[in-house]
């Protein structure tokens, strides 16, 4: 066995001169008498005070002491060292400089040789070295390079949200994104009105019921979901089990029929020709491919969401698809593919099918963001996020089929990521694919050697929603961005620029996708209608988001009006979408239900935030009224009389629907009902809902606590409304298994189901917590079966 030296050199052989070849030797043998010190990353300030730091430029504790922050340089010789006073001082000496003609290798050798450091040794402290200056150099172009750097100004007052605590200390949630809860917190009326109805036994035993009701219904949603056992666990071929459970041919062509009039004509995944050349070929019995199944039963299931008496939730195969069971099939065919071959864009393709197909039946779209995430890196695998020129193997065809999904994966993400209130998975500048082009599916061909010329934007065909929506991507990813980075903006300037951007799009849909008349009865106009609303809708979503924070509460410094009127510009547009279609028309029912689907999120915010420009419109009237009563006295007193009649008397706890706020274009009267109109929207489709009622509800009780008259006039119009959701929701609750009755008479006595009828509440009533005390216990709400 050779023996190694101090100089590298085997037994036998000159030693390499050393600097302190003793004493590498002794540190050797001694690790411990040497400590190599940590590198610094804490700031300065928040090490000399002992303070946690962020390591953020700058850091949040320099922030709320304006103060500088300031990090040390990790090239000074033992500067702002982590090592205590009471260990050894001593350093390894200053590594050389990298000179141009050195290598690697050589600056590694030279840096052991000065600091006596032998083989062993050498490399681990050289890569330690570096990593530490790496991490430095990446924070600092980080820093250079944010996109928010340049919205920050240390020297003016930063802009606060109001929380859920009603402090001005800035404590938003979702990384600046306003809650359901925390807009719900803003309403301490509602927080009343809950306290003044638990005092009355019979409103009190009917909120009772309904949230027993709402317990089953989520139960009932949670076992409807589970896939059959008979396909799932069959030994069968994945194929076998995926074509027994289609439905008649009949029925498919009805539902695929569907699923391009209603997804593909936004989200597009597949060229429609091939697609439905394979699907004949499929009917007749030659099918293409593997892949074709499962796009198909991923299609079917879309459709059946929206186009099925029973939602996609029925096992009978002759009125549709059982969804759950179709995924989990899907799902399984994915998990084969993987074992056999790297992933391609057919897999692609199922991915994001099945995506969409899971989120129109589960409510919780936090592990639908999870699974896109993945499916991100696989497009970035397949180099989707590249344009196609990039790439001198690919086809004119296959380019322009890779652009049309990568700007899906796009708008998926941006969706999805304001739902769940979480930071996107891509953002601008981390891709070069260039938009889709407005070209017809029937004008392109995969033997194609080239692709014809686009048309104009306002020009129809079947790609012109994709191609012209992607074209607004940047503006509402910017205002995207900006949104989850609230925190570290001090002023209103890009939060103005980036929503005069979306501003711009929203007036550009409406010139481009014109609003037709009220009386819409035929199928094309539906089709008109469903579009631009949809592209009004993808537009405004961003906006509300990021004018949320500071339109509702009490933002300090004030917020510009312009904020105000857009978002309340906004949140009546989002609730007035229906009110242009006749309600007398064909599938008007279907197109409320298929719209209240998607927009639910937006629906009951925007109608919540309504509720809250009611009840500042009215605080504003009724201070307008006291001033003007206090500077004219009345006609029968000793003052002269007022240059015009004085306004009619107060009522006890509201103010007239009929008077109109100047900084507002719409009166109370008019928002009053729009809500109410909204409110009967949403309990029409409980029964076909998920099963969650606490939207609805805190709606209710909102809206009752924040329209005008006496505490007592909002309890009994809150007991209307609980009435008639307890109510819609007795279908579901006729065909359930659980073994609960809604309408039973709780216990009498002191004692009302564990709750005190003349004492202290528990949480259930905790308005603070109104959405988290109606939810089921956590192992229940995992309602992903896949």
Not at 191 to 211: C, E, N, Y
Not at 721 to 734: C, E, G, Q, T, Y
Request: net charge neutral; glycine share 6%; aromatic share 8%.
């Amino acid at each position: 066995m050779e023996v190694m030296f101090d100089g590298g050199g085997p037994a036998g052989q000159p030693r390499t001169p050393s600097v302190s070849s003793s004493t590498a030797l002794d540190n050797i043998a001694q690790p411990k008498s040497v400590k190599r010190p940590r590198p610094v990353k804490s700031c300065i300030e928040c090490r000399k005070r002992k303070l946690k730091c962020d390591r953020s430029g700058p850091c949040s504790q320099c922030q709320k002491s304006r103060r500088p922050c300031k990090y040390a340089d990790p090239q000074e010789n033992g500067a702002g060292s982590d090592v205590s006073d009471g260990e050894p001082t001593d350093r390894p000496g200053k590594r050389p400089q990298y000179l141009p003609g050195m290598t690697d290798g050589d600056y590694l050798r030279s840096f052991a040789q000065v600091n006596g450091i032998d083989h062993s040794h050498r490399n681990s402290v050289a890569i330690e070295e570096l990593a530490s200056r790496l991490e430095h150099l990446e924070r600092a172009v980080a820093e250079k390079n944010s996109p928010i750097l340049h919205y920050r100004h240390h020297h003016s007052l930063t802009v606060r949200t109001r929380p859920a605590n009603g402090s001005l200390k800035c404590q938003a949630s979702g990384l600046g994104l306003r809650g359901e809860q925390e807009i719900l917190n803003l309403f301490d009326e509602a927080d009343g009105l809950m306290k003044a109805m638990i005092r009355t036994d019979d409103v009190l035993d009917l909120f009772l019921r309904l949230k027993n009701a709402n317990r089953i219904m989520q139960e009932e949603h949670r076992m409807v979901l589970q896939p059959m056992t008979v396909f799932v666990d069959s030994m069968m071929s994945i194929q076998k089990r995926m074509a027994d459970i289609l439905p008649d041919r009949q029925v498919c062509d009805r539902l695929i029929k569907l699923y391009f009039v209603i997804s593909e004509d936004y989200y597009r995944m597949v060229h429609i020709p091939s697609f439905q050349l394979e699907y004949s070929q499929y009917w007749l019995g030659n099918p293409s491919n593997g892949g074709f199944l499962p796009r198909l039963l991923c299609m079917l299931c879309v459709a059946a969401r929206f186009g099925t008496e029973s939602r996609g939730l029925g096992q009978d195969r002759s009125a549709g698809i059982h969804i759950p069971t179709a995924c989990a099939l899907v799902r399984n065919w994915l998990y084969d593919m993987k074992k056999l071959k790297k992933a391609d864009l057919t897999m692609l393709q199922v991915e994001l099918m099945l995506l969409q197909a899971q989120r129109a039946i589960i409510p919780c779209q936090q592990a639908s963001w999870a699974q896109l995430g993945y499916v991100v890196r696989m497009a970035m695998t397949l180099e989707l996020h590249r344009d196609p020129s990039e790439l001198p193997s690919i086809t004119p065809f296959q380019g322009e089929i890779r652009r049309r999904l990568w700007y899906t994966l796009l708008e998926m993400d941006l969706h999805l990521s304001l739902i769940c209130n979480l930071p996107f998975s891509i953002r601008e500048g981390e891709y070069t694919c260039k938009p889709p082009s407005n070209i017809d599916d029937a004008s392109i061909s995969p033997a194609a050697p080239h692709m014809p010329m686009p048309f104009p934007l306002d020009h129809i065909s079947s790609n012109r929603l994709q191609a012209y929506i992607s074209r607004t991507l940047p503006a509402r990813l910017e205002a995207g961005t900006l949104l989850f980075h609230l925190q570290n903006v001090d002023n209103y300037t890009a939060i103005l620029r980036a929503g005069h951007k979306l501003e711009m799009v929203i007036s550009d849909v409406s010139a481009v996708f014109p609003r037709h008349a009220l009386l819409l009865n035929t199928d094309d106009k539906h089709k008109e209608w469903r579009q631009r609303v949809l592209l009004d809708a993808h537009a405004r979503r961003p906006l509300l988001s990021l004018y949320r924070p500071f339109a509702l509460g009490r933002p300090e410094p004030p917020c510009p009006p312009h904020i105000e009127q857009e978002y309340l510009k906004s949140a009546m547009a989002i609730l007035s979408y229906l009110d242009e279609l006749n309600p007398r028309s064909h599938g008007y029912a279907d197109m409320v239900a298929m719209y209240l689907f998607i927009m639910k999120k937006e629906v009951v915010e925007s109608a919540l935030g309504i509720c809250w420009f009611m009840k500042r419109s009215m605080q504003h009237q009724r201070i307008q009224q006291q001033n003007y009563l206090s500077q004219n006295p009345s006609p029968n007193g000793d003052g002269p009389a007022p240059p015009h009649p004085p306004l009619a008397p107060l009522p006890p706890q509201g103010w007239g629907l009929d008077n109109s706020d100047e900084r507002y274009p719409w009166s109370v009267a008019t928002m009053v009902q729009i809500v109410e109109r909204t409110i009967e929207r949403l309990i029409a489709i409980v029964p076909d809902s998920s099963g969650d009622l606490r939207d609805v509800v805190s709606l209710c009780v909102v809206f009752s606590s924040v329209c005008p008259g006496s505490v007592e006039d909002g309890v009994k119009q809150s007991k209307v409304w609980m009435k008639r959701i307890l109510d819609a929701s007795i279908p579901v609750l006729n065909r359930s298994s659980a073994a609960a009755d809604p309408y039973r008479t709780y216990g009498g006595g002191g004692n009302m189901n564990g709750h005190l009828i003349d004492g202290v509440r528990d949480d259930l009533f905790d308005w603070r917590n109104f959405l988290k005390n109606w939810e089921l216990p956590e192992e229940k709400l995992d309602l992903e079966p896949y």
